[in-house]
Nanobody
Framework: QVHLVESGGGSVQAGGSLRLSCAAS????????MAWFRQAPGKEREAVAA???????YYTDSVKGRFSIFQDNTKNTMELQMNSLKSEETALYYC?????????????????????WGQGTQVTVSP
């Protein structure tokens, strides 16, 4: 059974940086999509960034050039480096993974029902 644990959230002032980490265990799929989503109070969960087993990367437009998703093979984690954070990016950030994906396809949406989710880590950006 896949188990995901996020860490690295916290509070930072606008313009600051945070790095989120997602430790995955029990994962055996050779084809996968791993992603970061976020959900602010009263808003829908939205995709932030994703990385696939074939090396493809995805970023939502609002974070391009500021966020970087990558895998740290020495620690078996997926990381999200977030720079130049904005107050409107305050949210609960979730790590998610799915093996229901094929090379060349987009990663599934948050509502697809195909993801295993972590418990979330809070990111608070003050103005």
């Amino acid at each position: 059974q896949v188990h995901l644990v996020e860490s690295g959230g916290g509070s930072v002032q606008a313009g600051g940086s945070l790095r989120l980490s997602c430790a995955a265990s029990g994962y055996t799929d050779s084809n996968y999509c791993m992603a970061w989503f976020r959900q602010a109070p009263g808003k829908e969960r939205e995709a932030v960034a994703a990385i696939t087993s074939d090396g493809s990367l995805y970023y939502t437009d609002s974070v391009k050039g500021r966020f970087s998703i990558f895998q740290d093979n020495t620690k078996n984690t997926m990381e999200l480096q977030m720079n130049s954070l904005k107050s409107e990016e305050t949210a609960l950030y979730y790590c998610a993974a799915t093996g229901i994906w094929r090379s060349g396809a987009a990663c599934p949406s948050a509502t697809s029902g195909s993801y295993t989710w972590g418990q979330g880590t809070q990111v608070t950006v003050s103005p």
